[in-house]
Structures are given as structure tokens and as C-alpha cells.
């Protein structure tokens, strides 16, 4: 297999310029965390035994800890397979597989963690949607555990390696940043000028998609929130667009889908299924110290998966996105039906 494309495209000093202070900051940091988890342990301990006992910071506060520490040894364990495979004879298949191996330990390190500690369940419903590829993945966007749950379904449960569109801004994290520009991925600017430019970038995560394999992109381009939903609401009725406003309307819990990529990634591929992944139970959960409310604990987190043959999507661009709408609002219908009972907090609207 040849390599695919990583897309790099950004200077070689810009990038090393970054890593000289996330690779060395990321150990830094996780010592200095680990040396006093033990004081916010205890601390967290009383305020959750002020708080009713429920131990959500002493959670929050340890899961921090772990996440810390998964992200130093992510990065340790990639140098470790990328000088490995160097010593014992190199080839792009065996530093694929074995970065590929790290890729979804990561994802499935923090998962767990995050289940685990605060005895979350995971249900999930047409995961055998999955079972075979190639495939597009268009996947709702509402927490920063979205980048680990596909994962853990589609690659740890059903064996497909997902090649991911992820944003620019996500480099500053120095796992992904090394498995983003090793593996095929694409790291895009969501507001560039240049979107024809992006697009194509997304398009070559294509090239030699094998039958294990899936593209996964994130078609709200950016996290929901309900003043998310409210500004683009706004923003299309400012501006006349009458279509895309009563679509944006029509849509309660999911932002409307940005058209480029996904419709750019169908037209760019002959004979891909379009998979879609629902899910919910995470809404407000926007960083580790939204956990220390202590509301997910003992929650449920639901998905839903439903493939959509080649031959079953419209051949025209207009017919395409009528499509694409339809099915956002299924998800959208389907996310009302199984919101969590209890009530989702706000977490930081703006957050992005």
C-alpha cells in the first residue's frame, strides 16, 4: 500500500515551532499535575462531602490527571513506534499499523476513563453499519468526546480505522498533532477564504480508502450550542436566505450541516456508502470542569448508526443536499426522542 497524502500544509518551522512547546510543555505539565493530585484529590473530596457526597470534582480532578498523562504517553509511545519501525525496517504499512495501534489505545484510554469514572453507559444501536468499509462517516458535533466515541465504536468494536477532518486549532494538542500528520488525516481552517482550497484537502483523504477503512468529518463544522443555533439563525435571516433559515429552524439539537465538505467528499468518491452517527448524552459537557456539576454521573450516552446505500443517494448536487438535510433531520428527530432525562447543562455557549 502506498502512503497517502498526509497534507501538510503548513511550513516545516511553523509546525517544529509548535511542538518545541507542546511536545516538552505536555511532560512538564503532567509531572506537575500528578505531584499535586493528591492535594485536589483532597480538596475535591470536601467540596464534594459539602455538596452532598456525590465525589464529581475528586472525579473530575483525577480524570484531568489521567487524561494528562494519557497525552505524555501518547506522544512517548509514538516516538518510541516511529524510531522502532526505523531500527527493524522500515515500511509505511508497519508504521501505519503500529501508529494506528496507538491511535485507538488513545482514544479508547480516554474513554473509558471518562465512563468509568463517572459509571456512564454506552448504549448503541446499528453498530453493524459499521462492520465494513470503505465508508463516510458524517457524525453530530456537540462535546469534546466526540473525537473519542466514533472511535471507540467504529475502531475498537468493529475494526474501521477512521481518517478524520479535524480542525487547524486541534495541532496545539500534541497527541493529535502526531497522529494527525502521520496518519491520513486533514487539519483544516474553517474559515478560510480559500474554500475550494480545503475542500480539495478533505478530497485526497480518498485516495486508496481500503475496505477496513472510513473518512470521518464533522458536518456542523463546529460544536452545537444554543447560542450557536441562535446567531446562525439570525446570520440567515439577515441575509434573506430563506431555504437555509427554515432548515436551521427546523433543526432543535444539531446546527445545520456546512455542505462543502461532505457533499465535496460524495461527488469526489463513485461507490461509498454514507454512514451517519447519532448520538446523545454528552450535550454541555465541554471540558473537565463541567463534569465536576456532577450531572453525568450515572448517565446513559446513546448512538445510533444507519448506512445509506451508494445507489440510494441523488446523482445532482441539488438532489444531494435535500438529502443530506433530510437526513440531519432525522438525526435531529431521533437525538429529541432519546435526549438524556436528565436535564442537560449549559456548559460555555460560546465554546468552540
Known sequence: MKRPPLNLRQGYLRLWSRRAITMPGIFALAAAYVLVL???LAVGAVVDAVRGGRSAVARAALLFGLYLVYEAAGVACLGFTWLFVRLTGYSWDREWWWTFRVELWYNQAIYHSLTRLFRIKTVVEGGEALEKGPLLLFTRHVTQADAFLPAVVSSGQHGLWLRYVLKQELQWVPTLDLLGHRLPNCFVHREATDSAGEIAAIKELLLELGDHEAVIIYPEGTRFTPAKRARIIEKLRSAGSHRLLAEATALEHVLPPRLGGPLGLIEASTDT???????????GINSVIDLADGSPLDS??????????????P????????WLYAQWRRMDRWI?????????FAGRPDSV
Open 273 to 283: 456508502d454514507v454512514a451517519f452517527f447519532a448520538h446523545t448524552g454528552f450535550e
Open 38 to 40: 493528591p492535594i485536589l
Open 315 to 322: 446523482a445532482d448536487r441539488p438532489g444531494r443536499e435535500e
Open 336 to 344: 429529541a426522542q432519546h435526549v438524556s432525562a436528565r436535564q442537560p
Open 300 to 313: 446513559t450516552v446513546h448512538v445510533l448508526v444507519w448506512r445509506v446505500p451508494r445507489a440510494r443517494i
